[in-house]
């Protein structure tokens, strides 16, 4: 009975275990969070990106529904550290215009990335570059026939983006692409990358020789899998590797 008592009480090596686990809950549940704050009005709205500013802003791409319409609507808010807002502004037109993705840009000004309404329901990659004073500089419509969206940004040396873009992406031979834009939106040729099937991206990152693209790609049977794509500075797919088949819904 002793040593029954001293394995599960609160100083056998159970009830330490039990505590530890007890303490691991409580610090994953709180205290957060120290700020809360709804962006947003009528109709439904969604944060689809956020980046940090130098200062220590936060940029944050809204997707706002049109009160009355079925349009979708961008959205920039621009936030202090503490939640507050520091000004909103709405771009876009009728129709359906979302970012994905933003980049801050050295002179204060940024990209966004995502879609706009193209031809018929199909919409087209759509990135826009904005000036410090909210002023849109320029825009440019990316891909081809198809569905397509960007999903990604990443800054360029000579201050342009690499663009990272689901191209065709209601089509079951969807890939993913890399475009480059000139710090004026000139676009370079469209890189595909990926293999036979549909290539769904969802993120893109900095590396050492080149971008890495994440996303999942479908099998032959129907099945998906994660997919990570490291491409070189000239667009060349340098590796990938695909997560095991058992692990992926």
């Not at 049977?221 to 491409?231: E, K, Q, T």
């Amino acid at each position: 009975l002793a040593a029954l008592q001293a394995a599960t009480g609160a100083g056998g090596a159970a009830g330490r275990l039990h505590q530890a686990r007890l303490q691991d809950k409580q610090a994953r549940r709180g205290p957060w969070p120290l700020i809360a704050r709804t962006f947003g009005g009528a109709g439904d709205d969604s944060i689809n990106a956020m980046a940090t500013l130098p200062d220590g802003d936060l940029l944050l791409a809204v997707r706002k529904q049109v009160a009355g319409d079925e349009g979708i609507q961008l959205h920039i808010w621009r936030v202090d550290d503490a939640g507050r807002t520091r000004w909103q502004q709405s771009f876009g037109a009728a129709g359906r215009d979302e970012a994905h993705a933003l980049l801050p840009l050295p002179d204060g000004g940024w990209l966004a990335a995502g879609e706009t309404a193209g031809e018929g329901d199909q919409p087209d990659a759509w990135v826009v570059r904005f000036s410090a004073n909210r002023s849109v500089l320029w825009h440019k419509a990316l891909g081809g026939g198809g569905a397509d969206r960007a999903i990604g940004l990443l800054p360029r040396r000579d201050g342009g983006a690499t663009v990272l873009l689901a191209a065709d992406s209601d089509s079951a031979a969807g890939d993913m692409a890399l475009v480059t834009l000139s710090a004026a939106g000139q676009p370079g040729a469209a890189i595909r990358l990926g293999g036979p099937g549909e290539q769904v991206p969802s993120s893109l990152l900095p590396g050492k020789k080149g971008p890495l693209l994440g996303g999942r790609s479908r099998q032959k049977n129907g099945s998906w899998r994660g997919i990570v794509i490291a491409v070189d500075r000239d667009g060349g797919q340098r590796w990938q590797v695909q997560t095991p088949a058992d692990q992926i819904a």
